[in-house]
């Protein structure tokens, strides 16, 4: 059993998360060369405009398309910047599960983007797609990703040993990969009843099907 996620808009009060497209191409380069986004990710480095523009415009799309996931530019609803983005991906349409990520630029981190943007999502997984689990995965060092997963209600499920590979500066200046653990955290339909209240800070999400 598979299916295909729509292209879809999201809208909070702060937020519209929508298909990344090439006008996004500078700003998710300049994001994805970001101390945090290189450590805890395993994003190429450099990351260039072009492997920005073949992320937008090929990998992006491909995923969609083979039902595997979605990936969502998220952007403040006044100026329309970029602020980061999230992914769905390793999703199982049979069990109705799909793994969350995100990724907030140096500029925008603090403001609580992160966790409106992925509550939202979330909602929308649950409310508009029927799924049944969201799963998140962070590195044991990441402790501003684990206080998201806290925050919009996630449940942590255990630790994958030395499942996870971090990158650290080297004495060169240079990347060197650093084996760690996952920390697994899911979330269920009835684990967003506590967080109605945060998402009413927001002022809620609306959900718009084939984006343009």
């Not at 080297?170 to 684990?191: M, Y």
């Amino acid at each position: 059993m598979t299916g295909t996620f729509p292209n879809i808009s999201i809208s909070t009060e702060r937020l519209v998360l929508r298909p990344l497209d090439e006008d996004d191409v500078p700003a998710l380069a300049e994001m994805m060369n970001d101390e945090q986004v290189v450590a805890w990710t395993h994003v190429p480095q450099p990351f260039t405009e072009d492997a920005a523009r073949t992320w937008i415009t090929g990998y992006a799309p491909t995923e969609r398309a083979a039902g595997r996931g979605l990936g969502l530019a998220v952007t403040e609803f006044l100026t329309q910047r970029l602020v980061g983005l999230v992914q769905l991906t390793k999703t199982d349409w049979r069990i109705r599960s799909t793994e969350l990520s995100y990724i907030i630029a140096p500029w925008a981190r603090g403001e609580g983007y992160a966790a409106e943007a992925a509550l939202a999502t979330a909602q929308w997984l649950f409310h508009d797609q029927e799924f049944e689990r969201i799963e998140l995965r962070t590195a044991a060092g990441n402790t501003a990703s684990q206080q998201v997963a806290q925050k919009i209600g996630c449940i942590s499920e255990g630790v994958l040993r030395n499942a996870c590979i971090a990158r650290v500066r080297a004495e060169d200046g240079g990347w060197a990969d650093l084996r760690t653990d996952f920390i697994v955290w899911s979330l269920l339909p009835e684990d967003l009843e506590g967080t109605g209240e945060q998402l009413a800070d927001t002022g809620g999400f609306t959900s718009y099907s084939d984006w343009n």
